[in-house]
């Protein structure tokens, strides 16, 4: 299975301010995450993520209908059934790979991303940089202990002053 994981961010490498606020990020970057994931079919969030991302309301989640969501969490909302629960990164993965997928998605938040990243898990890192910079706020990576050696495989300006930078992980 190959694990991309897939974020926008200010120029300094946040997520989301303090409070979660996305509004920094340009629209281009949520339209190029929905058609990677649509082409791909599936992706992965935290709970928290999830959590965010449900408490916007609005279209977001129509938008993915047809790509399946995998949320890790150990205390899952059963409830939702638009989502598949899994209690670990690996069983994130061998759910996708038990329903035929190739490839998949992590898209957040910094504390499952860490968590892929500890285990070695991440092939690709796709990183959607917005022009903005924020003083504090949400990083892509949660502080854990863990290095991910990269080689540069290119860049696009995507619209808006959004530049996608591509890397694979080599170790």
């Not at 408490?55 to 995998?70: C, R």
């Not at 290095?147 to 619209?159: D, F, N, S, T």
Request: net charge negative; with cysteine; proline share 3%.
């Amino acid at each position: 299975m190959k694990v991309i994981l897939s974020m926008s961010v200010s120029l300094n490498g946040f997520i989301a301010t303090k409070e979660g606020s996305e509004s920094f990020l340009a629209d281009i970057s949520w339209m190029r995450f929905v058609k990677l994931a649509h082409g791909i079919g599936c992706f992965v969030w935290g709970k928290k993520t999830y959590d965010i991302l449900k408490s916007w309301g609005g279209d977001y989640l129509k938008e993915l209908d047809g790509v399946k969501i995998v949320v890790v969490s150990h205390s899952p909302d059963e409830k939702d059934k638009r989502v598949i629960w899994a209690s670990s990164p690996e069983e994130a993965i061998s759910k996708l790979e038990q329903e035929g997928f190739k490839e998949m998605i992590i898209t957040g938040g910094s504390t499952i991303n860490s968590e892929f990243a500890k285990k070695g898990l991440i092939d690709e890192i796709r990183l959607k940089i917005n022009p903005a910079v924020l003083g504090e706020g949400i990083p892509v990576f949660a502080p854990v202990d863990f290095v991910l050696k990269l080689k540069y495989k290119g860049a696009e300006e995507i619209g808006e002053e959004v530049v996608e930078i591509v890397y694979e992980v080599v170790s």
